[in-house]
């Protein structure tokens, strides 16, 4: 039973266009979320997180929105750039969980020049 | 400034055989952590460990040992390697004070293909 799911294996989008990536989870003690990025043959590199208590957090083109009511997360790149063509997972952890991390199945954006 | 750093980056293993995947981290992390990723199934642990002597299971133990005898090495040992142990095994480590857990570094993953 999946915990963080990202329904969308993949993303195609064009320079300079929105990229919107979703998350979706079902624990509802999530409490710190955060996207990772990952380039192949590489790990994962940290991108942006948020916490349970605020709704939004901006990071020059990177914006992630929290909708805790939903149990859906989304992170927003504005403008996309092909370098941004990367898988991207979402994760989750709970304080009372020792805040181990819970990933999701990751997306692949693809953007065009 | 190395960060985490995992060997090999590629291995093929024959079914029966065994072997460990080196992980070491030069942060000082108190918290690290193994993780294997499937196509589309994203990151799973396996294990993780507190700090230097203690360890404990992640979500996919089964098949997998470890140990953490000093703060910078965590070892990974794979004792009769089955083809569902073909992974791409990420080792991570953190620095968790309290409550908070101050984001993961990854290291850059090992390939394991069981033939």
């Known amino acids: 039973d999946q915990q963080v799911k990202q329904n969308s294996p993949s993303l195609s989008v064009q320079e300079g266009r929105i990229s919107i990536l979703n998350c979706d989870y079902t624990n509802s003690m999530f409490d710190y979320f955060l996207w990772y990025k990952k380039y192949p043959a590489e790990g994962p590199t940290f991108l942006i997180s948020?916490?349970?208590?605020?709704d939004k957090n901006e990071d020059g083109r990177f914006t992630v929105f929290l909708n805790k009511s939903a149990k859906h997360l989304s992170l927003h790149i504005v403008p996309s750039q092909p370098g941004d063509s990367a898988v991207y997972f979402c994760a989750a952890s709970a304080n009372n969980a020792g805040n181990m991390l819970t990933f999701g199945g990751g997306t692949r954006l693809m953007v065009k020049p | 400034n190395a960060g985490v750093t995992q060997t090999p980056k590629f291995r093929i293993l024959k079914i029966g055989q065994s072997m460990t995947l080196q992980c070491t981290q030069d942060?000082?992390?108190?918290?690290m952590y193994w993780y294997r990723q499937d196509p589309g199934m994203g990151l799973k642990l396996i294990y993780y460990?507190?700090?230097?002597?203690?360890?404990d299971k992640g979500e996919v133990p089964n098949g997998y040992n470890v140990s953490r005898s000093t703060t910078e090495d965590f070892p990974l040992r794979l004792e009769l390697a089955a083809p569902s142990q073909t992974s791409v095994y990420f080792c991570a480590s953190s620095y968790r004070r309290g409550p908070l857990n101050y984001g993961y570094t990854f290291g850059s993953g090992t390939r394991l293909t069981v033939v």
């Open positions: 948020i916490s349970s208590i605020k």
């Open positions: 460990s507190v700090g230097a002597g203690i360890t």
């Open positions: 942060m000082n992390h108190n918290y």
